[in-house]
């Protein structure tokens, strides 16, 4: 009996698999997307905030303003897009979107630098883009300081020793903590679309009846839809994981097995999602539709992008019922901090009790739906 079973739903697994491969729709999907997705977050989005263009008024015009303006630039992060020595063209750049940082150095500024106490100069943010204005002048900041110390010519010691260090990431670079999330968001992905549209196209050619007349159960054919999916999103979580060691160079220092455990709990949510969202649509369009209106909520509750901890409270509480978030909190812990189950059985825990409760409804409606 148990053989009989096992034959009829790698029956079911082998037509999917014909299908996906028949279908060039399908193929770029699994294939293309992935490689895509990794290319776009690996390199356009990011949050590192370099060549701000900068705007220098320089009233002073002496040796010290124009080491101080080498400083802004030697390190990236500014590159000088005008100089002046009107305040008024500042203005101007900024207004017309020229320039995002201005720096002003009053007159006597060499002068005040060797001094006992100090000079000052003022920097003027445009604070459209909040993010990249406080990055921006964060830098600016840090620069005019360490300029000042180096530069003068008196002894200082500040009453506190500040020596900051960055674990994990020592670089900040945001493709460090983007790339590793590819993997949750492409698994999501592909589970959703393939599961739902499998099974809603069967419905629309009539076969899911003739199905369903055969001595296949609905537990069986449930299996037998599900497990290519999850064996294709497998694949692109090997294959991601490759590439983002391979060519964009992220560290890897947990364990694999503990990844895998990961990617296999997540993706009882995310096939069981894709199953209900085939008993609510009568179409591919639907499903599509319906995959595509579930998928960005759910990836911006995740913490993909922006940090749980700045959302409200409400939304902070949402999110814990959001599996993405569970299964991306596992990946970056794993990939960057060599996280065991120890530290992750939260994570863990949320969900396998996640992924059997929506792959239990589901099952149960779709039974009920071809029933």
């Known amino acids: 009996m148990m053989r009989e079973r096992l034959e009829r739903i790698l029956a079911v697994a082998g037509k999917e698999l014909i299908g996906i491969r028949r279908d060039p729709r399908l193929l770029r999907l699994v294939f293309v997307a992935p490689i895509l997705q990794l290319v776009v977050f690996g390199y356009a989005v990011s949050t590192d905030v370099r060549d701000t263009p900068l705007f220098v008024v320089d009233h002073d015009r002496s040796a010290a303003s124009r080491a101080l303006v080498e400083s802004m630039t030697a390190g990236g992060y500014f590159r000088v897009v005008g100089r002046s020595d009107r305040p008024r063209d500042l203005v101007e750049a900024l207004d017309h979107g020229r320039a995002t940082v201005g720096l002003v150095v009053p007159t006597g500024f060499a002068a005040d630098l060797a001094g006992p106490h100090g000079a000052r100069v ?17 830098h600016a900041e840090q620069i005019v300081r360490a300029h000042g110390l180096t530069a003068a010519d008196v002894a200082f010691r500040p009453p506190v020793d500040l020596r900051e260090r960055a674990w994990y990431n020592p670089a900040l670079l945001s493709r460090v903590f983007n790339v590793p999330a590819v993997i949750g968001s492409i698994m999501l992905l592909v589970s959703l679309l393939l599961t739902a549209l499998a ?14 007349v055969s001595p296949i159960t609905p537990g069986e054919l449930i299996a037998g839809k599900t497990l290519p999916f999850a064996a294709i999103a497998l694949f692109d979580l090997v294959l991601i994981t490759t590439v983002a060691l391979a060519w964009f160079g992220v560290p890897f220092t947990g364990n694999a097995l503990v990844l895998l455990l990961a990617a296999a709990l997540f993706l009882l949510s995310a096939l069981g999602i894709g199953l209900l969202i085939s008993t609510v649509s009568a179409t591919q369009q639907e499903a599509f539709l319906a995959s595509f209106l579930l998928f960005m909520p759910v990836m911006l509750l995740s913490g993909f992008m922006f940090p749980v901890s700045s959302m409200p409270a409400l939304f902070r509480a949402l999110t814990l019922l959001n599996p993405l978030r569970h299964y991306l909190e596992i990946v970056r812990a794993v990939f960057l901090k060599a996280a065991g189950l120890e530290a992750l059985w939260p994570q863990f825990l949320a969900l396998a009790v996640m992924g059997a409760g929506v792959m239990a409804v589901a099952a149960a409606r779709f039974r009920k739906t071809v029933g």
């Open 122 to 138: 003022q920097i003027v943010v445009d604070g459209t883009h909040s993010n990249v204005a406080t990055v921006a002048l964060g």
């Open 199 to 212: 099974v809603v196209r069967e419905r629309e050619i009539g076969t899911l009846e003739q199905l369903m």
